[in-house]
């Protein structure tokens, strides 16, 4: 809006401590596991941490704090990457491949979209339904360059070829995740959408881009800085509410236990597309869990 100004960190007034943010989950830059997540975008200040906690949460909740995240990474991006970036001459086989495993992909990101924007009206808070508004636009740019990388690699109608080629496994995770949304179970659907969902997706393409071709590469990289945030908003609401109400805790160790099997058909078929080798295909499985147990949520 005209004549307002940037938000910017701000400093504690009363010179006390800066406020810790631990038990939020990986925004605590701290935390030993948070260095397996790549930064969610080289332009946001550091400072962000040293706020008091409501402070903290009104600034990486704002669409100021998305815009700064954004920018190092998509400025000079067209459908997630530069205009610039060679196409690879791909086998056949491969490019079959690869068009399998991105429509998945894009049953993912719907079940992304369409969550994130069911859960903002009855989020609990402002903060929380300004978050996920920003998370809404993300996933829909995902589902956008993914389906322009259909468009890319040959296939006229991507639409079809994402019901076509979308595995029983992801499309079973999808119908229970919009079940918890629509049953408007805050916890639940956080957990199943912004922790179990956004997971799956970073480990999945964390491993993809390890191997992917250059323009393939450019664009999960581009997600997986945005899905770093998205599990951070996760960890960070769950991580507050699970201290003040524990009870909360085994409704999501159940949910987490019907979900589980269907993320982990879901990777041996999309690592199987992906020609990974069969030995290191348990690392994906892994990095997963790792990432749910942070939470305290083991197997």
Known sequence: MAGCEPRRPRARRDGAAPGQHGPQGVQDPTRPARTRVPDAGGSVSREVHTLAPDEFLDEVHSFEF??????????DAEYGHRPGTPESELPPDRRERLITV???????????????SGLIGFAPNRQAKIFLATQVVDEARHLEVLIHRLAELGV???????????????????????????GKDW??????????????????????????DPITRELLEGIIKDERRHMGFGENDLGRRLSATPHVRARLQQIKRELD?????????????LDVPREERPELGRNYLETVERLGFTS
């Open 66 to 75: 998305w815009f700064h995240s954004i920018q190092g990474y998509l400025a």
């Open 102 to 116: 991105l429509c998945n992909y894009c049953i993912g990101e719907t079940a992304a979209l369409d969550g994130a």
């Open 156 to 182: 006229k109608d991507p639409e079809a070829e994402i019901q076509r080629r979308a595995t029983r496994s992801l499309q079973a995770f999808r119908r229970r995740l919009l079940e918890l949304v629509a």
């Open 187 to 212: 916890e639940a659907g956080i957990f199943a959408q912004n922790v179990i969902l956004e997971a799956m997706e970073f480990a999945a393409f964390q491993t993809h881009a390890r191997n992917a």
């Open 261 to 273: 099997p269907l993320v982990l058909e879901t990777f041996e078929e999309m690592l199987a597309e």
